[in-house]
Nanobody
Framework: DVQLQASGGGLVQTGGSLTLSCAVSGFSFDDYVIGWFRQAPGKGREGVSCLVPSSGSTYYVDSVKGRFTVSTNAAKNTMYLQMNNLKTEDTAVYYC????????????????WGQGTLVTVSS
């Protein structure tokens, strides 16, 4: 049974940093693609980043390139989203997710989701 649990959200000022964590169970990073998504108030869900751990390939939405970094720690069964130089437009509920298919991640339809964690960036 695949399970994901996100944490690490909070209130931060513009230009600050946060690291989101997502504890996972029920699967191996070698066999899955993992992703981070977000949903800002009044907007639809957006793909932020994904990582194919078996190859090390990473993808980022243009708005976060150079500021966010996705990673995993297999020993801790945890995935991370390091967020630097945060902007007010990064305010959203962030979700971690996993699927065996990169396509499912790309079309924002992964099989397994964690609960959201709220990130609020104030000016």
């Amino acid at each position: 049974d695949v399970q994901l649990q996100a944490s690490g959200g909070g209130l931060v000022q513009t230009g600050g940093s946060l690291t989101l964590s997502c504890a996972v169970s029920g699967f191996s990073f070698d066999d899955y693609v993992i992703g981070w998504f977000r949903q800002a108030p009044g907007k639809g869900r957006e793909g932020v980043s994904c990582l194919v751990p078996s190859s090390g390939s990473t993808y980022y939405v243009d708005s976060v390139k150079g500021r966010f970094t996705v990673s995993t720690n297999a020993a801790k069964n945890t995935m991370y989203l390091q967020m630097n130089n945060l902007k007010t437009e990064d305010t959203a509920v962030y979700y971690c997710a996993a699927d065996q298919s990169l396509h499912s991640i790309v079309i924002l339809s992964p099989e397994s989701w964690g609960q959201g964690t709220l990130v609020t960036v104030s000016s």
